[in-house]
């Protein structure tokens, strides 16, 4: 059961777990197989100070990675429970004209 009361004092919505969660797993080995995940996934706060970069550093036609393995990751869009959250979230017309996977840090 999904907790859209969350949702809407917080703007995150949680999904169940997946019931077969090796699609997932499979993705994210293509994921890390395509990007280095280690200490230069980053700059550091100075070197950005020197050259600020706002605009052309974010996903676009040609230089995303969802895009590029769109085919692999395909299978999350079409989850039931995802279509079921999107749909209620955002209206049953809705459309995704951008994905991206977003990396965070603690």
């Given at each position: 059961?999904?907790?859209?009361?969350?949702?809407?004092?917080?703007?995150?919505?949680?999904?169940?777990?997946?019931?077969?969660?090796?699609?997932?797993?499979?993705?994210?080995?293509?994921?890390?197989?395509?990007?280095?995940?280690?200490?230069?996934?980053?700059?550091?706060?100075?070197?950005?100070?020197?050259?600020?970069?706002?605009?052309?550093?974010?996903?676009?036609?040609?230089?995303?990675?969802?895009?590029?393995?769109?085919?692999?990751?395909s299978?999350?869009?079409?989850?039931?429970?995802?279509?079921?959250?999107?749909?209620?979230?955002?209206?049953?017309?809705y459309?995704?004209?951008?994905?991206?996977?977003?990396?965070?840090?603690?």
């Open positions: 059961m999904i907790d859209y009361s969350e949702f809407s004092r917080t703007g995150i919505l949680r999904l169940d777990r997946a019931a077969d969660p090796s699609p997932y797993r499979a993705l994210l080995r293509a994921v890390f197989a395509d990007r280095k995940f280690g200490p230069d996934l980053f700059i550091e706060q100075a070197e950005f100070k020197r050259d600020p970069r706002y605009k052309g550093v974010n996903p676009e036609p040609g230089r995303n990675l969802m895009e590029k393995l769109q085919a692999q990751a299978f999350i869009q079409s989850d039931p429970r995802v279509v079921d959250a999107l749909a209620r979230v955002l209206g049953p017309g459309r995704i004209k951008d994905g991206k996977f977003v990396c965070g840090i603690p």
